[in-house]
């Protein structure tokens, strides 16, 4: 009896012990559950916010579309935010970032310069910030971490040096330049034209007879190209375009003006998009410089880095090339953007 009843009693001392061990598994299961620790296996590991600066041109939403796969394809949760060409609208969205407490900023600024206070902000808030695309000017060099973009300047000077290659061809004795630039102020427009000047500005075979702000559009380009036909008509030799976008929108006008483009005139643009590239093999492009928007690998892997508190390179240029009717473009890959 005595083991009977001792046998019974050891029992239900297991029991309870069981049912003890079973609750206790069971209340951290459900704390564990509702804290977002990173051992989780679908927590996402890094909180990006990302503020794109508009969707001007081809370039600019392959660039987004890119950014958002390579969120996806990393793990990394991203809070994007479009400013549709608006400053105030990028400082904005810097802001909630903010406030959201994401591990990671970045962005594109649309000009160059009145980031330092909103990005002040960034940094008091330990909350680390990377360029993408487009540079910043300011005196205070540690408000972001670094910029991943193209090399702007690299691209105007081998825009330059494709012209005077191809005036040697044609052998002309002097060429009016008419260039269209980009956005006042950013980087693409200020890197750009420095370049293609630097190029040029040795040969005196070379003068540009008007520069115009097209914004990157292909709206202004057209408007553009309208009003310097009006003003010079047959002596253009040669539209030095910043992007794509506004050589897309020149052409049009330049052959309702009765010129051929690419003969009449020489046609250098930058970008190299799809479109773009299937004029050029039409002829009525000549020069297309490459600039990339596939940006979002080398950004995904840096803001983890930055996450886990590693150094990252202060500058990321990546490679990139030139087309020209130099080339045989046959075999080209499809663009993606
Ligand atoms: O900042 C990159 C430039 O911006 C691209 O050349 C242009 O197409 C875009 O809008």
Redesign the pocket.
């Known amino acids: 009896m005595k083991f009977t009843k001792g046998n019974k009693s050891i029992r239900s001392k297991r029991s309870r012990a069981v049912l003890l061990t079973v609750c206790l598994l069971v209340i951290s299961g459900l704390i564990a559950g509702c804290s977002k620790g990173p051992e989780e296996p679908n927590a996402p590991k890094l909180l990006l916010g990302f503020s794109q600066?508009?969707s001007?041109?081809?370039?600019?939403i392959g660039?987004t579309r890119d950014i958002e796969e390579k969120a996806e394809s990393y793990g990394v949760s991203l809070m994007l935010e479009n400013a549709n060409q608006k400053q105030e609208n990028q400082i904005a969205a810097i802001r909630r970032f903010i406030a959201y407490k994401v591990d990671v900023i970045a962005f594109?600024p649309i000009v160059e310069e009145g980031w330092d206070n909103v990005l002040m902000e960034a940094k008091e808030a330990g909350i680390p910030v990377i360029l993408v695309?487009?540079d910043i000017s300011t005196e205070n060099k540690d408000l972001t971490k670094c910029l991943i973009?193209?090399d702007?300047y690299s691209e105007g000077l081998h825009a330059g040096e494709y012209l005077i290659r191809k005036a040697d061809s044609l052998g002309l004795e002097h060429v009016n330049i008419v260039e269209i630039t980009?956005?006042e102020d950013?980087?693409?427009m200020r890197q750009?034209q420095a370049g293609f000047m630097d190029a040029i500005k040795d040969d005196p075979r070379m003068e540009i007879i008007e520069s115009i702000n097209g914004d990157?559009l292909k709206s202004r380009g057209a408007e553009c190209m309208r009003e310097l036909l009006d003003k010079y008509g047959q002596d253009i030799d040669a539209v030095f375009s910043?992007?794509?976008?506004m050589t897309l929108g020149a052409l049009p006008e330049i052959e309702e003006a009765g010129f051929e483009p690419g003969k009449d005139m020489i046609i250098i643009s930058?970008?190299a998009?799809q479109e773009a590239i299937d004029v050029l093999k039409e002829g009525k492009i000549n020069c297309v410089v490459e600039?990339t928007?596939m940006l979002g690998s080398t950004l995904m892997e840096t803001a983890l880095k930055l996450k886990a508190g590693e150094e990252v390179d202060e500058l990321i240029h990546p490679k990139e090339k030139l087309f020209s009717d130099e080339q045989d473009l046959s075999a080209m890959e499809p663009r993606g953007y």
């Not at 910043?242 to 976008?245: G, S």
């Open positions: 600066l508009g001007e041109s081809a370039w600019r660039n594109s695309d487009r973009g193209a702007f980009g956005t950013s980087t693409p750009r990157f910043h992007n794509d976008e930058i970008d998009g600039c928007p």
